[in-house]
């Protein structure tokens, strides 16, 4: 079983559209969470980390269910800039543990 | 400022040859990962290091995998008689590590090595 599962996609969505990715993780006792960006042949940038109160960054919004040990990234008004692969990222006593990422397409 | 650079950025090589990858992390960043990403994945966790020591080598995929840091700052990623399965882009990363639960990664630009 993976540490780190994410659906790959692809999610094609116009823009303007709200999309949603999850993730799931199955060690309890991860300890924090993050979401990367990576764009084709580029390394992985931090887009956010993840709070267990939930957290926004402009059009983005994370969340951490514990209980279900699940993770969401919400992206609102969809740009194609943020075409990309985001990967959901775990971080198990400095192991950080990746998924194999969700292709996002945003189609004019 | 300056990010954690990496170099070649392209090795071609041949079956059986040894090959070093250089990994320059960010300034004052203590903490320095090495991954391995093949494509269509996520990098996967190759080895971790604290200061000069290999806090965590879990991840080499056997003994022909070899990283070192012997003065804290710049790692080496060494590989031994590389076969066609070591085919990969190479990422390094750093990060501060001032706490376990905030800690972030800071990625290089990955070395792509291909094995002939």
């Known amino acids: 079983r993976k540490e780190v599962e994410q659906d790959p996609g692809p999610f094609n969505v116009p823009e303007g559209a709200t999309v949603a990715f999850n993730c799931t993780y199955s060690n309890s006792a991860s300890q924090s969470f993050f979401w990367y960006r990576q764009d084709c042949r580029k390394e992985p940038k931090l887009l956010m980390s993840v709070y267990s109160s939930g957290n926004e960054d402009g059009r983005f919004t994370a969340q951490l269910n514990r209980a279900s040990q699940y993770i969401s990234l919400l992206i609102r008004d969809s740009k194609l800039s943020d075409s990309a692969t985001y990967l959901c990222?775990?971080?198990?006593?400095?192991?950080?543990?990746f998924g194999s990422g969700t292709k996002l397409n945003v189609k004019p | 400022g300056a990010g954690v650079s990496q170099t070649p950025s392209n090795k071609v090589t041949e079956k059986g040859k040894y090959v070093e990858l250089r990994c320059d992390p960010i300034?004052?960043?203590?903490?320095l990962y090495w991954y391995r990403q093949s494509l269509g994945q996520g990098p996967e966790f190759l080895i971790y290091f604290q200061g000069t020591g290999a806090a965590d080598d879990s991840g080499l995929p056997n003994d022909r995998f070899f990283a070192v840091r012997p003065e804290g700052s710049v790692s080496t990623l060494k590989i031994q008689r590389t076969e066609r399965g070591d085919s990969a882009v190479y990422l390094c990363?750093?990060?501060?590590?001032?706490?376990?639960?905030?800690?972030?990664?800071?990625f290089g630009p990955g070395t792509r090595l291909t094995v002939l």
């Open positions: 990222v775990v971080n198990d006593f400095n192991k950080f543990y």
């Open positions: 990363a750093s990060s501060q590590r001032v706490s376990s639960t905030t800690d972030t990664q800071y």
């Open positions: 300034s004052g960043h203590t903490a």
